[in-house]
T-cell receptor, first 114, second 114 residues
Framework: AQKITQTQPGMFVQEKEAVTLDCTYD???????LFWYKQPSSGEMIFLIY??????QNATEGRYSLNFQKARKSANLVISASQLGDSAMYFC???????????FGGGTRVLVKP | DAMVIQNPRYQVTQFGKPVTLSCSQT?????MYWYQQKSSQAPKLLFH???????NEADTPDNFQSRRPNTSFCFLDIRSPGLGDAAMYLC?????????????FGDGTRLSIL
């Protein structure tokens, strides 16, 4: 069974600074996918970035980058140049090779301070 | 813009009174998912449809049912809501069940039970 762990329940970050959100995972599959989603207080889940287990390069999407360390089974999200609108809950999630069902971590709440 | 739409955004029902939540999509995706997210928790998959094939998660209570009359629409029926069913219900879609497909979420329906 898959398991996703986010050890930071909440964190503050200063506007314009970078922040790293930790995510570790556990799976016996060789093929899997890792995702990060953002959930503002309004409730919608917004897809941010994806990393496949066979992707050799770290994924990047604008101000988001994923620091993928396969041997350590970690998939940390880096948000550069934080903005006030980045204040939200962030979920790390995983899909296994067979099927596309998401298993979510417990989430990290980020609050960006002006 | 192609999107996933959930109606209503807020739903209040009485203890034991059946309730139906609605989800529609213009993405023409084959897969539709329903998640339950309780306060301060991660979303939990209830079930999903791959085309017309219904896939129930093992621990989803019998009280929860789903219908997908066509590609665009999917409904979540709660036959006899209990106080523990108060939650945010998220609908999501993906193109298929190949691992690594991002899921696109609606804005959610927040269900309250009186």
């Amino acid at each position: 069974a898959q398991k996703i762990t986010q050890t930071q329940p909440g964190m503050f970050v200063q506007e314009k600074e970078a922040v790293t959100l930790d995510c570790t995972y556990d799976t016996s599959d060789q093929s899997y996918g890792l995702f990060w989603y953002k959930q503002p207080s309004s409730g919608e889940m917004i897809f941010l970035i994806y990393q496949g287990s066979y992707d050799e390069q770290n994924a990047t999407e604008g101000r988001y980058s994923l620091n993928f360390q396969k041997a350590r089974k970690s998939a940390n999200l880096v948000i550069s140049a934080s903005q006030l609108g980045d204040s939200a809950m962030y979920f790390c999630a995983m899909t296994e090779a067979a099927g596309n069902k998401l298993t979510f971590g417990g989430g990290t709440r980020v609050l960006v301070k002006p | 813009d192609a999107m996933v739409i959930q109606n209503p955004r807020y739903q209040v029902t009485q203890f034991g009174k059946p309730v139906t939540l609605s989800c529609s999509q213009t993405l023409n995706h084959n897969v539709m998912y329903w998640y339950q997210q309780k306060s301060s928790q991660a979303p939990k998959l209830l079930f999903h449809y791959y085309d017309k094939d219904f896939n129930n998660e093992a621990d989803t209570p019998d009280n929860f049912q789903s219908r997908r009359p066509n590609t665009s629409f999917c409904f979540l029926d709660i036959r006899s809501p209990g106080l523990g069913d108060a939650a945010m219900y998220l609908c999501a879609t993906s193109r298929d069940v190949t691992g690594g497909q991002p899921q696109h979420f609606g804005d959610g329906t927040r269900l309250s039970i009186l």
